[in-house]
């Protein structure tokens, strides 16, 4: 099992930047996958970004293509959410979320592939 904590939120002038940190317990976090989900008030969770537990080329919503970049340090046993030109239509709670190997190719964007989540973090983007 592993145990997510999310941290890095906060409140960011539009184009602004935030880097969102995930913790993970435990010690087997280097087979895990990871993404970061977000929910605004009002909406569905969505998906923002995934990467694979063996790393290589991320996934990326259309929305944060080009401004966010996910990361993971399997020595820290973080994975990493950098958000850059930040928009008013990026505030939300942004969750981390975990599961062990390989997510299939058509199902890594839907949060029912993920077994672990964090608890979130708030971001909130001023006009």
């Known amino acids: 099992q592993v145990q997510l904590a999310e941290s890095g939120g906060g409140l960011v002038q539009t184009g602004g930047s935030l880097r969102l940190s995930c913790a993970a317990s435990g010690r087997t976090f280097s087979t895990y996958a990871m993404g970061w989900f977000r929910q605004a008030p009002g909406k569905e969770r969505e998906f923002v970004a995934r990467i694979r537990w063996s790393g290589g080329r991320p996934d990326y919503a259309d929305s944060v293509k080009g401004r966010f970049t996910i990361s993971k340090d399997n020595a820290k046993n973080t994975v990493y959410l950098q958000m850059n030109s930040l928009k008013p239509e990026d505030a939300a709670v942004y969750y981390c979320?975990?599961?062990?190997?390989?997510?299939?190719?058509?199902?890594?964007?839907?949060?029912?592939?993920?077994?672990?989540w964090g608890q979130g973090t708030q971001v909130t983007v001023s006009s």
């Open positions: 979320a975990a599961v062990r190997g390989t997510v299939p190719s058509g199902a890594y964007y839907l949060d029912a592939s993920y077994g672990y």
